[in-house]
């Protein structure tokens, strides 16, 4: 069984050396990693002057890995959890996949519900200075290093 910790622990510290490889000084220290274990409340707010990657671990594997500027309130905190409120949401790819159907507690009607309940959820917060380009890095790093289910 996979850690869905490490993972992003560890991939953070690769990322910081691509970060200084591309002329980002950018240290670890530099963020702020939140660790959402199931059964998970999603965010209430993106902290002002931050952005994040946000991600989201169950049946055993990484369903998503997104990102969001600092003025994108509703993405992180509450549209991955609501199949109709966005384009490409975690709730819409799950109601959508045919595997989900017989999963213990899915309600296709309301994917909501199981995501909080069932998946873990990580959200890697950095200061919106270092600007949207290191943002897209990180998250394009993140997808192709964890490999998410719903990001092919």
């Known amino acids: 069984m ?13 990322f910081c050396k691509v970060a200084q490889l591309a002329g980002v000084p950018l240290e670890l220290a530099q963020l702020d990693v939140e660790f959402l274990a199931a059964p ?5 707010s993106l902290p002002q002057g931050k952005m994040a ?3 989201f671990w169950g049946l055993d594997k990484w369903l998503k890995i997104g990102m969001v500027g600092a003025k994108s ?17 975690l709730a819409a790819s799950l109601a959508g996949d045919p595997d989900m159907v017989g999963v213990a507690d899915f ?8 995501i909080k309940s069932h998946c873990n959820r990580v959200n890697i917060l950095l200061p919106s ?3 949207r380009e290191l943002l897209a890095l990180l998250e394009a790093f993140l997808r192709v290093r964890i ?3 719903y990001e092919r």
Do not use: C, E, K
């Not at 998970?40 to 209430?44: L, V």
């Not at 309600?107 to 199981?114: E, L, S, T």
């Open 129 to 131: 200075t270092f600007g």
């Open 107 to 114: 309600d296709v009607a309301a994917p909501g519900a199981w």
């Open 53 to 55: 990657i946000y991600g």
């Open 2 to 14: 996979t850690d869905w910790r490490m993972d992003i622990t560890d991939a953070l510290a690769d």
């Open 40 to 44: 998970h409340a999603p965010p209430h």
């Open 147 to 149: 490999n998410p289910r």
């Open 73 to 89: 309130q509703a993405r992180y905190t509450s549209q991955h959890y609501n199949a109709g409120s966005a384009l490409s949401t």
